[in-house]
C-alpha cells in the first residue's frame, strides 16, 4: 500500500511541477518588465525543467529496471493499475516538458533578438542627437511608409536540438533525415528538362501525364492529367516555371463512386481528360467518367482536401469535360462524346451549369462538328479572351493528329477554326491536347501530349503568341499561323529563377503514407499496404485474386509507378514472408501494361522459387508463361529490371509512331552481383495509359483468415 502510495504522490507531484513551470514561464516572459531579470528568471525554470525531466527518468528506471523484479512479484491487479495510470502520466509530463523546452528555447531568443533592436534604437537616437539621421538619410520618411522599430518582424527561429541527443537518439536522427528529405527538391537521375543555362527540352515530363491541363494561382502553376483507373486519381503536379514540376497530392485519393464495384481494376474506364480551374478562391477539376457522365470536386488548397466527387451532368459517353466562368455570372461546360458509349463522337457540346457549378441546368448543344476536316475531334478546353470564346481542342486521332482552336463572340456560336500547331518537320508525332497558360510577366505557353506507345502520353511545352487574336502555338516557319513543336527553347520569363526539380521517382518508404508517384490500379483498400515509416519500409499483405483470375491484369492491388524516361533501371529490395499453412502466395517486380512480364517469387510446395515470367495479350485473359526459376533459401531478394529504348519505331504501330521499348530482368542475393533471368521482354502500353513498374503481393482465391505479406525496403529509379 505505501509503494502504491508513493508512486501515485511522485506522479501527482510531477504533473503539478511541470503545470507550475509552464505558468511561471507565461508570467514571467509577459510579466517581467526587467529584460535581465526576466532572461535570468526563465534560465532558473531551464535548470527546473531539467530536474523534473530527471525525476521522471528515475521514477520510470525504478519501476522498469532497478526494481522490476519486486514489481514482477507484486503485481496484483490494482498494483498494475497504478504503475500503468503513473507511467502514463509521467509520458504526458515529458512530453509537455518538451514542448515547455522549446517554448522557453523560443522566449529566450526573442529576448536576445529585442535587445538587439534596442539597440538599434538606441545607435539612432544618437545618430539624431548628432544632426545625422534627419540632414542626411531619409529614414524618417521610410519608418513613416512601412512601420516603426517596435513593430518590426520578429524573424522564425529554428529549434535547436543537442549534438548528445542526435549522438543517442536514432529517432531523432531518423526525424531530422526524413526533415531534410522533405526539404529538398527531388531530381530524377534519368530525365531533367531544365538544361541549367536557362534553356529546356522537351517532353518536359517524360512520363505518361495523360490529356494535361494546367492553370496559374499567382506565380504557381497546377496541372493534371487523365488517371483511368489508378488511385489515388487526378494527380496534382506543381510548378513555378512550367518546366521543373513536382506531384503534391491527388484530388482523388481513395475511390471513385460508385465504391461497390468490384475489387478488379476498370482499365481505361473512370477519370477522362480532365480540366482544372481556379474560381473565387477555389480550384475546381472537371472530368468525364465515359459511362456515367461529367463530374466535378473542388478545393480551397490543391493539396486537399477535396470533395467528393459531384455527378455534375450525368449521361453515357460525355467526356472531356471543361467549365468557364463568364464575365455576366453564368457557367459553362463544354465537353464532347466518346463513340464508344454514345454512338456519336467528333462534335463539341456546351451546357450551362448553375453557378455552384455543381448541376447541368440546360441540355448541351452541339457547337462544332468535326466530321469533315477534324473527325475525331474531342478534349476541349474553354477559355475567353478580347471577348472571344476559344475552344481548344486536338483532332486527328490521339498517336497522328493536330490542335485546332475554335473561336466565336458568342458562347453559343457560330464558331470558326483554326489549325494551330501540327507535327510538321519535327519528330513530334500528334501534338495536341493540352492546356494554354500565361505567366505572371504576360507570356503565352502551351502544354500539350505527345503518344509514343509503350511510355504513353508524354507532356511538351510550346512557346506560344497571338497574332490577329489567333494563337500561334510553336514556332510557324512558314507563316501560316499553324505552328510545330520545339525540341529545345528558353525557358519561359517568370520573373524569377527556380531550383530544378522533377516528379518524385525513387522511394525509401520513410513515411507513413503512400508516396504520392504511387498509385493502385483500382479503388483503395485500406488492408493491403501497412506504411511502417519507422521501419522504413511498406508492408504488402498478400490479398485473394478475385475467383475469375487468369493473370495480374485481374489484379487490383498493384502498387505502381509511370516510367520516367526513355533508358533507366528499376531496382527493389524485399523480403517475402509467406504462410506455410497453404500454397501459392506470390509478390515480386512487374513491368504492367495490355502486355507484362517480371520477377516473381512464390511459396510453392518446393519452397521458394524465383520465376521470370511474360505474359502476351494479357488483357484477352493469355497465361502467363515461364522464361526461368530459380530455387531460393534467403526469402530477402534484390531485383531488377532495365528499361532500353534507342529511338527505334514500330512500323505496324498506328502512324509508325510507337517506341521500342525492352526490358532486362536480373535479381541478386546480396545487391551487389546481378544474375540475369528469363529473356528479354518488349514493353507494351496499358489501356490508354503507358506502361507502369512496381510491386504487388496476392494469394489464391481462397478463404482464410490470414495470409503472408512482403516488406518492400526500398524502389529506386536510376541510370544503371
Known sequence: ????RCLKNIALTTVRNVMDLKRNMDNTYKNEPNYQIKKAKLMRLSEKLKNISLLITKSEELIDNQQSVFFRVAMDVQMRNVVSDVKLQLNDSYHNLLEIHRQIVHYLNLIDYQNRIFEKIRKLKYLKDQF???????????????HPLWMEPQTNYRIKLSIDYLRTSDEAFQAVRKLAAQQKNYVSEVWVADQGNGKYKNPVLYADYSDPDACRVGDDFYMTSSSFNCLPGLQILHSKDLVNWSIIGAAVPYALPPIETPERPEHGNRVWAPAIRHHNGEFYIFWGDPDQGAFMVKAKDPKGPWTEPVLVKPGKGIIDTCPLWDEDGKVYMVHAYAGSRAELKSVITICELNAEATKAITPSRIVFDGHEAHQTCEGPKFYKRNGYYYIFHPAGGVPTGWQVVLRSK?????????????????????????AWVDTPTGEDWFLHFQDVGAYGRLVHLQPMKWVNDWPVIGIDKDGDGCGEPVMTYKKPNVGKTYPICTPQESDEFDGYTLSPQWQWHANVNEKWAYYAGDQSMVRLYSYPVVKEYKNLFDVANLLLQKAPAPNFTATMKLTFKPVEKYKGERTGLVVMGMDYAGLILENTDKGLVLSQVSCLKADKGTPEEVNGTVDLTDNTIYLKVKFTSDGKKISKSEGGHDLLVMCDFSYSLDGKKYQSLGKPFQAREGKWIGVKVGTFCTRPAITTNDGGWSDVDWFRITKK
Not at 500500500?1 to 502504491?4: L, P, W
Not at 545625422?132 to 512601412?146: A, D, G, M, P
Not at 507535327?423 to 501534338?431: E, H, I, M, R, T
Open 132 to 146: 545625422l539621421l534627419e540632414e542626411n538619410t531619409t529614414i524618417r520618411q521610410v519608418v513613416s511608409q512601412r
Open 410 to 434: 458568342n458562347v453559343y456560336g457560330p464558331y470558326e477554326w483554326k489549325t494551330v500547331l501540327a507535327q510538321g518537320d519535327s519528330p513530334v508525332n500528334g501534338p495536341h491536347q493540352g
Open 1 to 4: 500500500r505505501e509503494v502504491k
